[in-house]
Nanobody, 115 residues
C-alpha cells in the first residue's frame, strides 16, 4: 500500500510563489510516474504536471514556464515549485503516483491565490 502526504499549500498573493511537497511511504524510485492534479471549485480535476521515472516531465499549457515538477529519490519526495501564481491557480492540489499499474492519491492541499 502506497501512502502519499502533501504539504506546502496556503494563501499567497498573485505573483507570489509556493512549493508543494509530496512524501511517499515507499521508495519512489520504483514509481513509474508521479504527478500533480488540481481541482478548482465547481470544476473537474485536471492534470497539472507529471514526472516519469526517467526524469521526463510534462506540464499543462496553463502552467508551463511558471511551475516546475521535480523529485528527490533520496527523500522519497516530489515537489511542485509554483511561481508567478495567478488567482486562477486557486484549487486543491493532489499528489498522485503510479506503482504496479495502480494509481495512488494523496489527500490534497489547498492553494489559494488572492488578487
Amino acid at each position: 500500500q502506497v501512502q502519499l502526504v502533501e504539504s506546502g499549500g496556503g494563501l499567497v498573493q498573485a505573483g507570489g510563489s509556493l512549493r508543494l511537497s509530496c512524501t511517499a511511504s515507499g521508495d519512489i524510485f520504483s514509481f513509474s510516474r508521479m504527478g500533480w492534479d488540481r481541482q478548482a471549485p465547481g470544476k473537474q480535476r485536471e492534470p497539472v504536471a507529471v514526472i516519469f521515472s526517467g526524469g521526463r516531465t510534462n506540464y499543462a499549457d496553463s502552467v508551463k514556464g511558471r511551475f516546475t515538477i521535480s523529485r528527490d529519490n533520496t527523500k522519497n519526495t516530489m515537489y511542485l515549485q509554483m511561481n508567478s501564481l495567478k488567482p486562477e491557480d486557486t484549487a486543491v492540489y493532489y499528489c498522485n503516483a503510479e506503482f504496479n499499474y495502480q494509481t495512488y492519491w494523496g489527500q490534497g492541499t489547498q492553494v489559494t491565490v488572492s488578487s
